[in-house]
């Protein structure tokens, strides 16, 4: 498995896997990090990744995006 850091702009990959303390697994799930579903990488900008996860658009820092494995 590999952090979603790892995929490249335009890249679609499926969740294998969110890591973390309960209360980032939990915040990262209400965002619609699940495992099985699909994000989009958009772009990179400044230090974070922009995402398309379930539809909507979600910037996400490095250092959370590496607790989502695909």
Do not use: H, N, W, Y
């Amino acid at each position: 498995m590999l952090p979603l850091t790892m995929a490249k702009p335009g890249e679609t990959v499926v969740i294998r896997r969110v890591t973390g303390q309960d209360e980032t697994r939990q915040r990262l799930a209400e965002l619609g990090f699940v495992a099985d579903g699909a994000v989009t990488v958009v772009s990179e900008v400044a230090g974070s990744l922009i995402l398309k996860v379930k539809g909507s658009r979600i910037a996400l820092s490095k250092s959370l995006a590496c607790r989502v494995q695909f």
